[in-house]
DNA sequence: TAGATTGTTAATCGATTAACAATC
DNA sequence: TAGATTGTTAATCGATTAACAATC
């Protein structure tokens, strides 16, 4: 029954993500318009595979004059409309815990934490704009707020308890800090940040002659 | 000149962190052994794709018995023994910032960040562990240590500017955690690492019905 | 209209999986 | 030895890129 899951964020996707960041950037710079050379230039991809991926996502241009970066913003935002203001709870408050309930980026792309939960009672009396409960209240909390997304930060040994109460309460994403891999039934999609990997990755590249 | 770099992490390389992640797991369980077929269950992939990634990697099993998992353990640290004991700096100490010099698991990882920076006088009379300094020390600090990979976690507006900076000072990798694609020539590394992006994502997937 | 760009289909490329000989 | 597993080559699959007709 449980399964280990593999890694969701699918390309197209993530570099949906990127090409609005660009498009923002256009923006801001005075553009109205944009040819699908310009944006694969400035996103790092070839103009076909831009084309492509507004194409698989039905979102069409003009054959002369290119897209416009407002059309494409709002077509964007409209994939991700169901995903806004979405509930989302961080459990463990270490150092990655209490940087990410204070991440104000989260609430620009209209993505709110609720609440974080933490075994040590200490941690409770601390407050980061959003309060700190003990592991027990957290049933009530995703009940109460619908709650489908939980952020993971729990020390290794305990992710994987942690991941199982999560699965029991109704959570169906989990965004993982530990270093784990998790095994969770197959409907509960799970998706890995690995820090040291990250940095261990851009190490060995600078050290590896090329 | 400048380009615009793509995302560095390669997937078998991301493998080998997960084999790693599994056998120190199977070896804490009092396993001593191992086949292709368990890792690859314990990793989420087929036992095809560990035999391929050891191969490419040169790592050798026995035919009848499978694999020792310290003989493993021991590749895949040679592997990245060059990246052991490397100075690493921090530069923007917002909430990211603060969370990665605090971070104890870099250091189990033989990842030593050496120093932090950051514009405003007021933190940097705090202290981590590590000084919070004035950027104007960078170059020095850079020096001294030796540093070739930093993390870069100040406000988007100035991550191009900061980026700029770094890699004048002789930086070769940059993990970025600014969401902006940054330009910079094109032997230098940068791996980014967007924190709503992740989430976003996590929260579309338990949204889409499959 | 002529030229340039989109949108889509076909071709290519790379990564994963299957097959199987080698061998412990 | 017989059976099982590795290691590698070939086949498949999927994703990216190229080509080009449609069309503004």
């Known amino acids: 029954m449980k399964q280990v899951t593999k890694h969701v964020i699918r390309n197209d996707l993530k ?12 923006k801001r710079k005075g553009f109205d318009r944009i040819y699908s050379y310009n944006l694969g230039e400035e996103a790092g991809v070839t103009a076909e595979q831009v084309r492509k991926d507004f194409s698989v996502f039905k979102i069409k241009g003009n054959k002369k004059s290119g897209y416009k970066i407002n059309d494409l913003l709002h077509a964007i935002n409209e994939i991700f409309k169901y995903q ?7 459990v463990g408050m270490g150092n990655i815990g209490k940087a990410l309930v204070q991440y104000k980026r989260f609430i620009l792309r209209k993505m709110v934490i609720v609440a974080s939960f933490d075994i040590d009672p200490s941690k409770q009396s601390k407050r980061f704009g959003i309060p700190v409960m003990p592991m027990e209240m957290m049933g009530e909390i995703i009940k109460k707020f619908h709650v489908k997304v939980a952020i993971l930060a729990v020390p290794d040994i305990s992710a994987q308890d942690t991941a199982n109460i999560l699965v029991d309460q109704g959570i169906t994403g989990i965004l993982n800090f530990a270093p784990v891999i998790l095994k969770v039934p197959d409907d509960i999609i799970v998706s890995n940040i690995n820090l040291c990997d990250e940095l261990e990755s851009v ?8």
């Open 84 to 90: 806004h203001n979405q509930h989302v709870i961080v």
């Open 203 to 210: 190490i060995y590249y600078t050290q590896k002659v090329m």
């Open 15 to 26: 570099r949906l993500f990127t090409y609005r960041l660009c498009l923002i950037g256009f």
